[in-house]
């Protein structure tokens, strides 16, 4: 087979192969393992499919795009660097987006080279005409140009390069294009910032931090929907948060928030801002994120008995948020009715809202309920027990009537819940009081997909693994649930049949 691929590359080279050879060759070469191929390439078989490339035929563009893949994934980064620069180089100019992929992805690979990453720092041609293509009309392009400059800037002469010379005014010109192009060398200076403290610093000394939180405290409601969303990406690094905080930016997020009371087109940027300190809180600590902005959890409380969907779901997704950890419950746990109330709204909610908010409800209130065996005590687990009976005067009911529905979505959702409160003594013992429950539990048929079976299989398992479950339930019922557990989540019971001389 490899003799057949040079072969074949032979008469690539003498450009003596027609499109149906060039076929049969892009089936070739994915035959052959990559050792064999190394061993028989040279510089005229690579040169020549390049060539190939110049031509306005798309299918022949497209084979060689597939062969070349697969052969200079073979090869050495140093090799492909030093001896196809001029290929790499006229690949970015390449009118086809498939032929400047394929060369920005080789870039990224080569960066990712120890040795052969000072090769593309002296190519600043290579450099530039790669942030050009941030600019480029196809997303996918500009997708493949960030991530090669994003790992490009993985070392410290990465980001001299990047931030201390010409190329930064060539990403400040390319940002010049248009917004959504902005908003893409944006993306790629908070991904270069989250790396590490260092990172951040060139990123903020270039100013283009500077000028995304000058976007992020404008007028302009639509550009701070956009740009919230990158500043969350940055707070999710412990040296981001510490910028932000150190800035004056955390702050001035939350003055945005109680100003939006008076702001008729809050609606298009609220979201984004609460959820920034829901992620804040989750990732930094919830009671000190409480008690710093108050304004806060009142907007998220607001949202959440407010008659617009799309508040009510981003409140939802908050309190679930908030709510996955024991200090985040806490926080909730403090104020009292007024929660107790919010959690009776999302059970109605989770009954009658449109489907998508229906899930989000169930995914919220799984988070919100879930305790693991080391924390439970017995403070929080008469916590979630009372949260639990909040949501409806028959909760367990109610998720059960959801589950039962024909939607497959919405049956998992309600399996998360039990699974979410199955390790807990009082849900158990409420499971073993309701009638028909656990045979609901260990009924296989009415799980009519591989999700929903997947999702019965983690509440029997959530049973199974509690500690409490055999004294509970009783030796009958545990040892069902062992022997679900035994069988695995897709068993089907054998039904034998007997053949009856003379039937019909």
């Known amino acids: 087979m490899a003799e057949a691929v040079v072969e074949l590359l032979e008469r690539a080279a003498r450009r003596e192969v027609p499109l149906e050879e060039l076929r049969a060759l892009r089936l070739a070469v994915q035959a052959v393992p990559p050792a064999a191929l190394r061993a028989r390439l040279s510089d005229d078989h690579l040169g020549a499919l390049f060539a190939l490339l110049s031509v306005s ?6 084979a060689c795009v597939s062969i070349l893949e697969r052969l200079l994934q073979a090869l050495d980064p ?3 660097i030093q001896n196809l620069r001029e290929e790499l180089q006229k690949g970015l100019f390449h009118p086809d987006d498939s032929v400047k992929i394929l060369t920005i992805s080789q870039v990224g690979r080569i960066v990712e080279n120890s040795d052969a990453v000072t090769e593309i720092l002296n190519s600043p041609e290579l450099l530039r005409q790669i942030i050009n293509c941030i600019g480029g009309e196809k997303i996918a392009v500009a997708k493949e140009a960030i991530k090669s400059l994003s790992r490009i800037a993985q070392t410290q002469d990465g980001l001299e390069a990047l931030f201390v010379s010409n190329l930064l005014s060539d990403l400040k010109n390319v940002m010049a294009t248009n917004d959504i192009v902005r908003y893409r060398v944006y993306e790629l200076i908070v991904e270069i910032s989250s790396v590490s403290a260092d990172s951040l610093n060139y990123c903020a000394n270039s100013g283009l931090i500077s000028e995304l939180i000058g976007e992020l405290t404008g007028d302009d409601v639509l550009v701070r929907a956009t740009c919230i969303e990158m500043v969350t990406s940055l707070a999710h690094t412990p040296h981001g948060r510490q910028y932000l905080a150190q800035q004056g930016i955390i702050d001035k997020i939350s003055n945005i928030i109680v100003g939006a009371e008076s702001d008729p087109f809050s609606g298009f940027y609220l979201p984004g801002f609460v959820k920034f300190f829901g992620n804040l809180a989750v990732v930094d600590s919830p009671q000190q994120i409480c008690e710093r902005y108050p304004v806060f959890m009142e907007k998220v409380f607001e949202m959440a008995e407010s008659h617009d969907p799309t508040m009510i779901g981003v409140a939802v997704d908050t309190l679930g948020i908030l709510g996955s950890n024991v200090e985040g419950k806490q926080v909730l746990q403090k104020t009292r009715s007024r929660f107790q ?16 908010l229906r899930l989000r409800c169930l995914d ?15 403070d929080l687990l008469r916590m979630t027990e009372s949260w639990f009976t909040s949501l409806s005067s028959q909760p367990l009911e109610l998720f059960r009537s959801i589950s039962t529905q024909p939607f497959p979505d919405l049956h998992c959702g309600a399996l998360r819940v039990f699974t979410a409160i199955a390790n807990q003594p009082w849900a158990q013992k409420l499971m073993l009081d309701t009638p028909g429950f656990v045979e609901y539990v260990v009924d296989r048929s009415v799980e009519p997909d591989k999700a929903s079976k997947d999702a019965k299989y983690e509440l029997v398992k959530a049973l199974v693994n509690s500690k409490t479950i055999a004294e509970i339930f009783g030796n009958q019922y545990y040892l069902r649930l062992r022997a679900y557990l035994r069988e695995g989540p897709y068993y089907v ?3 034998s049949t007997t053949a009856v001389e003379g039937a019909e």
């Open 364 to 378: 919220a209130i799984s988070s919100l309920l879930y305790l693991s065996p080391e924390q439970q005590t017995e």
């Open 78 to 80: 140093v090799y492909v």
């Open 341 to 356: 109330s919010l959690l009776n709204r999302i059970g109605h909610q989770a009954k009658n809202a449109p489907t998508e």
């Open 57 to 62: 035929d798309r299918e022949q563009v497209s």
């Open 493 to 495: 019971k054998a039904v």
